[in-house]
Every structure is written in C-alpha cells, then in structure tokens.
C-alpha cells in the first residue's frame, strides 16, 4: 500500500481541490468522506478510483483487496476533509456523466430543482426523494453543484440510488407535456391549489424553486398546476427540503 | 444615538458573547441578527433591549423610536455576528422565561424533541410546527439550546408565533396520559405503525428523537403509538426534519 505523509504531495494537491468546483470538473472526480458514505459506494460498485485512509482508522474497517489505497496521515485528513473532525477515510469517485431524459427513461415520479441554492437543502431533497420512491432528481440551470461537500454530505449515498440529471427545465417540461405527463409548480399564489386535491400517482413531476424567490415564471406558465401547502400559524414558509418532502410523500404513496 | 467604535467597549463584548451559551444565560439575553428577524421581533413586541444597526444599514431600514439604538462599525457587526456577511442589523432580546405546561395548557399539538441535536434541524423543527399550526414545541433534557445562533436562524422568527417549553419528555407524556391525549413516538421498529394509519387529530403530541440514535427506549414504552414512514427506495432513512414535517402536516390537517 503506498503510504503519504506529506501535503506538497501532487496526489494531495489534487484531492483538497475536488472541495472547489474547479477542481471537480478538472478531474471529474469527487471526494466521499467517512466510511458510512464509502461502505456504500464500495456496495453499490461505483467508479472507486482511490480510498484514502489514516492509520487509525484502517484497523476499524474492513477494506476489500480490490482497490487501490493509499495511508495517510491525520494531518493530511484533515486536509483535504470538508468537515471539522474528519473520520479518516475518504474514496475519491469518478463523477457520473449523467444520461439525458429521453421518452423511454420518463416513467416515475421526477422532482426538478429550479435554482435552488444551498447545499444542505439540495442534498437532504435527494435523499428524501429516494425515501419516498422517485425515480430521480433532476437539476435546473442555476442549481448548485450536487457535488459540493455539503451535498454529498446531506445526499447521504442516495446519488448511488436514484438519477440525477442536469437539463434544461424549459425541455423536461415539455417532453413530459408532449408524452401527457403532468409537472406540477409549487409556487406560492393565488391560483394555487392546496397539494391534497391532487390525487396520488404514480408518474408526474415535481418542481421546487428557489428559497428566497420562487420558481421562475416561465416555467410556473408551462406547469399541469400550481400546488401549495396550506400555513395554519403565523410562519411565512416552510423550508424548502421540507416543503418537498410534505408533497412528495403525499403525491407519491 | 449612541455610537459605539471600539471591539473592546463592554457592550460589545457582552455582545459577542450572545454567540456561546454561557454568555446567554450570564446575561438571559440573545441576539438576533438580520432586519427580517428583528423586524418581526419589533412587529410582535417582543422585549428587545437594544437594536444595534451599522451607519449603512440605518439608512436602508425604519426603526421605530421607542427603542434604544446603538450606531455600531461594520467591524464590530462581523465581530458579533454568527454569519460571514452579516446584514449590519441586530437585536439584543430578553429570553423568554418559558411558561410550564399544565393541565389547561395542554390542547392543540405539540412537537417534543428527544435529544435532537443539530441546530439547523431544531430551529427547522420549530418553524415547521409554526406553519402546521402546532401549539408548541417541548425542548426535552438533552435537546440542544433553542437559542443557538443557528436555531434563531432557522427559526425564522417563529419563537414570537408558537409555544417553546423546556420540560422533562417523562412527566409531559405522564401529564398527556393523565388527560387520555395520544402521543406518538417516531421510532423505526418493526411495531411501528405507518403513520397514515393515525387519523388526522386536533390533540396529541408527537415525538422526534436524535439524529442518529432515535428516541430514547424509556419514553417510547409510555407512547400511546409509535409511527413511521414506509421507506419505498433505498434511503436508510429521512432527515429528521423532514420526516417530522411530513408526519406534522398529515396528523394535523
């Protein structure tokens, strides 16, 4: 097993970049971090290229022969960890090129991301959506990366259950409209219809907007229908994640 | 108006303070940061003991005069802050003594949180409750501080809007008993009942445990029922506020 215990070491350069965006897309890998995430990446055959472990933390876990690892020193895990307290063992993956949505793979629930930002929020929406069954997840332009290290995070390895797709929202619109497919908007206004009047079923989108601004309104124009969820108290909104996961639960049963 | 230039001057350095624990309860004040939030304290006359703006940001908001305003430098905010770029706007607020729960408090929904302890989720918790329409959320021992800079944010200002009580979860399940209301646990056991099994109730109490080990075994022998949500994909688990967003809005309708 190679060993590393320096930080000006080139390999280590180039795993404390995959937390920028440049780095990712230079390289087109991403970082996993701690065993529970690498465990199932490990499980579920996913393009492993490194995993990263301390010392420590190698006698905790049971590593197949199958990969390349290479030791590292805590200092280095701290290094190139997004989190405070890193657990020492990391797998650096290929990111996925992601296939398009084409007329065949429609089928299912989908929820789309319009311009939604933070990471925590994204990443817990792909996990729900795996919990309640969709299909997959598919990202906007203007939403964040989905593999930042908060994402990744909150994802908590539901990237290795569902798909996730970027494309234009403007597109996967209209090929669920042209294939008779509804995609309901989940912008707050009066011509929204409270989210129980749908009925439950089984294939149709879902589109959760931006948390200060909503979705956009091209899009909400193009929607089967608006849905909202009814404020009893004197909150403004929900969070975004939750909102989500109130509808999808109840779309999808 | 006073001005205040200096990092070292007492009152920011009580001030700062407000970001750790002790600091709040030495001085049983909390800050607020942000002219949403310390407009909605304004709006709900709360007991703000000063509103502290930065020269900039006086001139974008409209402060009532009844409160004392202290001028303070776009240095001294970032000092106070809990953000990395934080609004220029603050508000010192008296923590609300909580008021015990009794017999002729206990109608409506209440949220209890068993060792939850991610602040982000807390305060999430809270403002979901809030918009279900819920009496209240029940803080119980080992639950993190509800005024953490991260649950104040997260919060949304819903502590102006609903109930927020500490209380030991044993006697409150006890008291709920003694007046025959149900309350529900949340825990993934193969007794769990899923939680559209549960008619939609003006009266209960429901219970989220922690993050990663659940609600305690103690508490979940006194529930009425336990409830989950069915699993359809391959998601391990939901958020915790998520999941207690999706049963909240279901039981409450």
């Given at each position: 097993?190679e060993?590393?215990?320096s930080?000006q070491n080139?390999?280590?350069?180039?795993?404390?970049?995959?937390?920028?965006?440049?780095?990712?897309?230079?390289?087109?890998?991403?970082?996993?971090?701690?065993w529970?995430?690498?465990?199932?990446?490990?499980?579920?055959h996913?393009?492993?290229?490194?995993i990263?472990?301390?010392?420590?933390?190698?006698?905790?876990?049971?590593?197949?022969?199958?990969?390349?690892?290479?030791?590292?020193?805590?200092?280095?895990a701290?290094?190139?960890?997004?989190?405070?307290?890193p657990?020492?063992?990391?797998?650096?993956?290929?990111?996925?090129?992601?296939?398009?949505?084409?007329a065949?793979?429609?089928?299912?629930?989908?929820?789309?991301?319009?311009?939604v930002?933070?990471?925590?929020?994204?990443?817990?929406?792909?996990?729900t959506?795996?919990?309640?069954?969709?299909?997959g997840?598919?990202?906007?332009?203007?939403?964040?990366?989905?593999?930042?290290?908060?994402?990744v995070?909150?994802?908590q390895?539901?990237?290795?259950?569902?798909?996730?797709?970027?494309?234009?929202?403007?597109?996967?619109?209209?090929?669920?409209?042209?294939?008779n497919?509804?995609?309901?908007?989940?912008?707050?206004?009066?011509?929204?219809?409270?989210?129980?009047?749908?009925?439950?079923?089984?294939n149709?989108g879902?589109?959760m907007?931006?948390?200060?601004?909503?979705?956009?309104?091209?899009?909400?124009?193009k929607?089967?229908?608006?849905?909202?969820?009814?404020?009893k108290?004197?909150?403004e909104?929900?969070?975004?994640?939750?909102?989500?996961?109130v509808?999808?639960?109840q779309?999808?049963q």
């Open positions: 097993m060993k590393i215990t930080k080139t390999k280590v350069k180039e795993w404390a970049k995959l937390k920028t965006k440049k780095g990712r897309s230079q390289s087109g890998n991403y970082l996993l971090e701690g529970h995430l690498v465990h199932e990446a490990i499980l579920n996913e393009p492993i290229q490194a990263l472990v301390t010392e420590t933390e190698l006698n905790n876990i049971d590593l197949p022969k199958t990969y390349e690892v290479v030791i590292i020193t805590d200092d280095i701290k290094h190139i960890a997004s989190t405070v307290t657990q020492g063992v990391f797998a650096v993956l290929r990111t996925p090129t992601a296939t398009p949505l084409t065949e793979t429609l089928k299912g629930a989908w929820l789309m991301l319009d311009q930002q933070d990471p925590g929020n994204i990443g817990t929406m792909v996990r959506a795996d919990a309640a069954g969709f299909e997840v598919i990202f906007g332009t203007g939403a964040s990366s989905r593999y930042t290290p908060k994402v995070r909150s994802m390895g539901s990237q290795f259950h569902i798909k996730l797709i970027d494309a234009d929202l403007n597109e996967v619109i209209d090929l669920f409209t042209a294939h497919l509804p995609v309901y908007g989940t912008e707050l206004n009066p011509e929204a219809k409270p989210f129980r009047a749908i009925d439950p079923q089984p149709f879902l589109i907007g931006n948390e200060g601004n909503g979705m956009s309104a091209e899009l909400l124009k929607t089967t229908a608006n849905l909202y969820i009814p404020i108290g004197q909150a909104s929900l969070n975004v994640a939750v909102a989500a996961g509808i999808m639960f779309l999808l």
